[in-house]
């Protein structure tokens, strides 16, 4: 019998990610050798949040043991309630339930999860999950044997206690994603009530086992909960290597993730987010100590104990540093910042994403590529506008001066903000000075295969502007331009990239206005560009 190239399932997946749900279920119609190549690919995701009850359960009835991953919001077209207690899909790998605060419906979900022993990946958000329902949901996930990814969204109120027992069902969890933003706080103005609770909290999480987390996203809605929770969360877990903070509001609470870092307590961490941190004032440095807390522990390493010692910066930014750091929303990000960066973790870190509220200054931004010589992943929001004052301009003339430590960049996701929105190029202003600045340092990625850029202004990228800075990006294979206005590219720009990009095969452009005004729709031109794309180019794809 001859072997088809449909008879290898990888090459099946392979052409069922680039086509459409609709074109997949036309292949399944086109004979019954199509059928039994991609019914499978075209059941194995399932999502019923606009099917018909009883179209959705007929189909799923005869095609269940195909099902990997469901994705819904209403159990009754997936999981019948008058369902025996067996495996529905015995194949299911991955639920993403989210709750309408339909009771029946939650109490089916609950139903189901009771029998089902087959997952690995678990999705869920309620709004209001009743105390009962918390007790019934810690059952479930220890009873969960294959159980490693979890994603829990809890809107609404319930009882503290139960998030120790959470934790105490997830231990052999490798993944957590924990957003309690609606977790009842003990009732303000009873203060006794309030360390009882404060305590039973306190005390069930000393108790907890190790953990086998390796990734863990937590927030939490009150400094009550902060302060209970997380530090002993995180000396439980020694496999750590992925940690995401978002909306700490307590400075407390990051002093002592400082500590524990400095004790060394997750040695394995690599990849640090910061999201939406804010502290006083009066702590300007508490993102800063965070990033230095690492360089305590390799000293401890290196002398055997105790948190002295000096040496150079090269002995002390050691191979147990950060491979990838996020500052995101309104952490502060400063010149203090880039340096910690460059002296505990200049010779690992590989990643670099620092997207704010307001833009990173830009001679703090010139400070940290500075710095960082083995960068391969960019993305930063930075502000190019004109100096406020002498000091300024006296910053921003050195920054001129310097040069990106790092060459190998292959992705730059780069948002530059200006003060005016209009302005032109050749002026020889500090404004166009920095842009210049820029693009040629970004010219200097000879491996970049990925650019974005985004801007509040419309830059001139004209063959006679910025772009012949870019003449050596030969290995170059997305281009993303997203602009607030008129961008002037065309049929010169489209043969200037054909020429001196020869492996561009996609090209995302948008042009909204970032300040509200809404569409902007693009010149003519635009049209010119990608019609001449598309001819010397006819595979490549234009979002």
């Known amino acids: 019998m001859s072997l088809f190239i449909f008879d290898i399932p990888h090459l099946v997946d392979g052409v069922a990610q680039y086509i459409s749900t609709h074109d997949l279920t036309q292949c399944v119609l086109v004979s019954q050798q199509w059928f039994f190549w991609f019914t499978p690919t075209l059941w194995r995701t399932i999502n019923t949040q ?3 009850n009883d179209q959705v359960q007929s189909a799923l009835e005869r095609h269940r043991g195909f099902v ?6 209403d159990t009754y077209k997936c999981f019948p309630s008058n369902t025996v207690i067996t495996p529905i899909f015995p194949n299911l790998r991955s639920l993403d339930y989210t709750s309408r605060g339909q009771s029946c419906d939650e109490a089916n979900i609950w139903r189901y999860l009771s029998t089902e022993r087959s997952l690995n990946k678990l999705k869920l958000r309620f709004d ?11 059952g479930i996930l220890a009873s969960q044997p294959k159980l490693r990814q979890l994603d829990l969204t809890l809107n609404k109120s319930c009882d503290p206690t139960f998030i120790p027992k959470l934790f105490q069902a997830c231990k052999n969890c490798h993944s957590l994603s924990l957003v309690l933003r609606g977790v ?3 009732e303000i103005g009873n203060e006794e009530e309030s360390e009882e609770v404060y305590r039973v909290v306190k005390d069930a999480m000393e108790q907890l086992d190790h953990m086998q987390l390796q990734e863990l996203t937590i927030q939490l809605s009150s400094t009550f909960q902060w302060r209970a929770i997380l530090a002993q969360l995180l000396r439980c877990c020694p496999q750590l290597e992925r940690f995401a903070l978002r909306d700490l509001c307590d400075i407390y609470t990051l002093q002592q993730i400082v500590r524990i870092f400095q004790d060394d307590a997750c040695p394995k961490l690599k990849h640090l987010c910061l999201k939406g941190v804010v502290w006083h004032e009066e702590e300007e ?4 100590n965070v990033i230095r807390a690492f360089g305590f522990r390799q000293r401890r390493n290196r002398t055997g ?7 150079s910066d090269k002995t002390r930014a050691s191979k147990g540093g950060l491979e990838s750091y996020e500052a995101l929303n309104l952490v502060r990000f400063t010149q203090q910042s880039a340096r910690a960066l460059g002296e505990f973790h200049a010779d690992t870190l590989m990643t670099l994403e620092l997207k704010f509220s307001f833009s990173v200054q830009f001679p703090v931004f010139a400070e940290v590529m500075n710095r960082l010589p083995n960068l391969l992943v960019l993305k930063a929001t930075i502000w190019v506008g004109s100096a406020s004052g002498l000091s300024d301009i006296q910053d921003i003339e050195t920054a001129l001066q310097s040069t990106w430590l790092c060459s190998g960049l292959k992705t730059i996701q780069l948002c530059a903000m200006y003060k005016h929105r209009y302005y032109k190029a050749g002026t020889s202003s500090l404004v166009d000075r920095g842009t210049t600045y820029l693009f040629e340092q970004i010219g200097r990625q000879l491996g970049l295969q990925e650019w974005t850029l985004e801007s509040n202004v419309n830059l001139k990228c004209m063959k006679e502007g910025y772009l012949p800075k870019l003449t050596r990006l030969k290995r170059l294979r997305c281009f993303g331009l997203y602009v607030g206005l008129d961008f002037p590219l065309g049929e010169d720009e489209a043969e200037w990239m054909m020429l001196n990009w020869p492996r561009l095969v996609q090209v995302k452009c948008n042009f ?10 693009p010149r003519g031109s635009y049209d010119e560009f990608k019609s001449v794309l598309l001819t010397r180019r006819p595979w490549i794809q234009i979002d």
């Open 50 to 52: 606009n099917a018909d």
């Open 68 to 73: 990997r991953y469901i994705v819904t919001s």
């Open 128 to 138: 209001n999950l009743l105390q009962n329902n918390a007790r019934i949901l810690s």
């Open 184 to 186: 009842k706080d003990p």
């Open 285 to 288: 440095d508490a993102a800063d």
């Open 305 to 311: 104990g105790g948190g002295g010692g000096g040496g």
């Open 512 to 521: 909204e206005d970032p300040w509200g005004d809404g569409f902007m729709s």
